[in-house]
């Protein structure tokens, strides 16, 4: 017999070999590789639109079969049609719509998962963070750095409504979830209000600044400010083939991201411009802050309308068209795609 000739194992022979694997905790790599590591990126997360006028209905009715207190938080997780049942908008992250009426509390507490806020409807209603009131006004961030206890308060006439970004699936993914409760409903208000916007959010640091940490001290970007950025650059500079124009949110004493697991831009897509298609590797949460438009995720062309949200899921092809100026919100995995060297994007040719 050929030395080199390749054995011819019967499918019984193979079935056997691997029960005898399986009972030892073992398994043959030669059935799996090909899934395992693919040429290209490989997902089920699929693209998916939440228009505000099916979701506000549904979130409004939450109000009267649960209270905030009573829910711990008063959310409506949204889920990708891909990922049935795992509370996930993308492989990586978790979105959800959050509703506080007048009077409420969300009591405090904390957790390592880092969130993040994008305010949608409401006027004044606070996050407190780090014994810090920060005011939710509509196109505002709001940072929850891992680990920071947080409450939120709605002391005004109406309800307020945000979007939600958490690193649940990441954090689960690395067995690293801890959390705790308080038995104080709010937290202590040690800070001024405006305290973190003085200090690190008009471009100067104090003198004698304490380390940074992976996370921004800046705990509130308001949408006063990022969009007059928006529209200067608008006016002034030349717009991305791909994106607009399109900013990201900075830690003021690094420059890196805000959040070491979540990145978070906004982008302003010109009326009547429509963007080239681009992908990347990140899986991209999307909130309308303003206007109306479109956008193209690989097939499907969704139409956008204020405070809608939809994904993009990871290296799909997306283009937007702005029907008048459309200013989008984002936030992806790419910091930890980034540091992993793992992340890559790409640009496609004019459609
Ligand atoms: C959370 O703590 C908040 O603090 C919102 O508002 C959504 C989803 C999963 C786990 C913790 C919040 C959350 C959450």
């Known amino acids: 017999m050929d030395s080199k000739a390749p054995p011819r194992t019967a499918p019984d022979d193979f079935a056997r070999y691997y029960a005898r694997l399986s009972k030892q905790n073992m398994a043959p790599l030669w059935e799996v590789l090909k899934n395992l590591v693919t040429a290209e990126p490989v997902t089920p997360v699929l693209p998916a639109h939440?228009?505000?006028?099916?979701?506000?209905?549904?979130?409004?009715?939450?109000a009267g079969l649960i209270s905030a207190e009573q829910a711990e938080r008063r959310?409506?997780?949204?889920?990708n049609p891909g990922l049935p049942g795992a509370s996930s908008i993308t492989h990586s992250l978790y979105a959800g719509i959050q509703l506080v009426m007048p009077g409420e509390i969300a009591p405090q507490h904390r957790h390592t998962q880092s969130a993040l806020r994008f305010i949608l409807e409401g006027n004044g209603a606070t996050?407190?963070?780090?014994?810090?009131?920060?005011?939710?006004?509509?196109?505002?961030?709001?940072?929850?750095?891992?680990?920071?206890?947080h409450d939120h308060q709605n002391e005004t006439?109406?309800?307020?409504?945000?979007?939600?970004?958490?690193?649940?699936a990441l954090v689960a993914l690395l067995d690293a979830s801890f959390?705790?409760?308080s038995n104080r409903k709010e937290q202590e208000v040690t800070q001024a209000k405006g305290a973190s916007l003085a200090r690190y959010g008009a471009n100067m640091l104090p003198i004698d600044d304490a380390p940074a940490t992976v996370n921004s001290p800046l705990m509130r970007y308001p949408y006063d400010k990022s969009r007059e950025a928006l529209e200067h650059l608008k006016a002034h500079s030349d717009w991305d083939p791909c994106?607009?124009?399109?900013?990201?949110?900075?830690?003021?004493?690094?420059?890196?991201?805000?959040?070491p697991t979540m990145g978070p831009a906004i982008q302003l897509v010109p009326k009547d411009f429509s963007t080239r298609p681009y992908r990347s590797t990140d899986g991209a949460i999307f909130a309308v802050a303003d206007g109306h438009g479109t956008a193209t995720i690989g097939d499907?062309?969704?139409a956008l309308s204020p405070k809608d949200v939809f994904v993009v899921p990871p290296w799909a092809w997306r283009s937007f068209k702005g029907k008048d100026d459309l200013v989008l919100f984002t936030f992806t995995d790419r910091p930890v795609q980034e540091k992993l060297g793992l992340f890559r994007e790409e640009r496609g040719a004019t459609s």
């Open 50 to 62: 939440w228009r505000y006028a099916d979701v506000k209905p549904l979130l409004m009715e939450a």
């Open 75 to 79: 959310v409506l997780v949204l889920e």
């Open 127 to 149: 996050t407190t963070v780090d014994g810090e009131r920060l005011p939710m006004y509509p196109g505002d961030l709001v940072l929850t750095p891992s680990w920071h206890w």
């Open 157 to 168: 006439g109406e309800p307020i409504i945000w979007m939600d970004g958490l690193d649940i």
């Open 179 to 181: 959390m705790q409760h």
């Open 243 to 259: 994106h607009g124009i399109r900013m990201r949110y900075a830690h003021p004493q690094t420059g890196d991201w805000a959040l």
């Open 300 to 302: 499907k062309t969704f």
